[in-house]
């Protein structure tokens, strides 16, 4: 098996245990996404711990990129959030392919905080993708946008500004699960406080599916990490949109949810200017 192979069957399993955990997120019922976010990042926190232990990884000692460490967190946060309430009031398969915008605000942010050139393929790229996700969000009249829509699209576009952040912390030396802990001890302890003045009393089958959610996704973090390590982006990141068509599937067959037109629409633009992206990156690579 190629290093390539491997690198597209950990991005596939990624996106798999992220449907997985958008899953276990909504069967966990009527709690708050702030208490959700604190349960799926406390087991984070302790997964990326053991991971650091056994790799004898730890902070670079560079005190400028605590800064970096904050802000990644902070949208990190802010994104889990966003993602979490669209996971509680949107059909699945919306909320995960909004969550996927991520990667095309990745390219803006990239641009205002690494100052990074891009194309004019790039620039029509993110911008045939917003207008792919106003499809899902269907803005009317009436209430110029839904809110679910709208936080599930502002998760993204927070996704992106923190992976654009964990991009830059890396070439500045620091290892993923560090990153990863720093990120989720930080969730952790900045919604502690919300937990301890609001916390709803859930049951224990609640509590199950929140530490299920947990698991599944440190399986993605990982499993995302991985699959990086054993191919560059350019060549297996297109597959991370496999998690759609598992979160459509979840959402049929456990949630009786269909998508309408529109959002199937939508999901199409989408997925064609990451296709596009993808063979473009790999094109301007070869030459």
Partial sequence: MTQRQKGMICIILSAFSFALMNVCIRMAGDLP??????????????????????????FSGKRENLVFLVLRSVFGTLGI???????????????????????????VFSVILLRERVSLVQVTAVAGAFLG????????????????????????????????????LSVRGEKGPFIV????????????????????????AQLLWLLAAGAA????????????????????SVYDYSQIIFSALLGFFLFGQMPDLYSWLGYGVICAMAVWMFFYQNQKSSQ
């Fill in 33 to 58: 996404s702030m208490q959700k976010s604190f349960f799926r990042n406390l087991l984070c926190f302790f997964a990326a711990l053991f991971i650091m232990k056994r790799k004898h990884i730890g």
């Fill in 133 to 168: 996700s106003l499809l899902i969000i269907k803005p009317s009249g009436a209430s110029l946008i839904q809110v679910p829509a709208l936080a599930g699209l502002l998760g993204g576009l927070c996704a992106g500004a923190a992976y654009t952040y964990v991009r830059l």
């Fill in 81 to 107: 959030l966003g993602n979490f309430y669209a996971v509680d009031h949107l059909v699945l398969a919306d909320a995960s392919m909004l969550n996927k915008m991520s990667p095309f605000f990745a390219i």
């Fill in 217 to 236: 996704a440190s399986g993605g973090q990982f499993g995302i990490t991985a699959a990086y390590g054993y191919a560059p982006a350019r060549e297996i």
């Fill in 181 to 204: 802990c720093f990120f989720s001890g930080f969730s952790t302890l900045v919604l502690l406080p919300y937990l301890i003045l609001n916390y709803t009393p859930m049951t224990g």
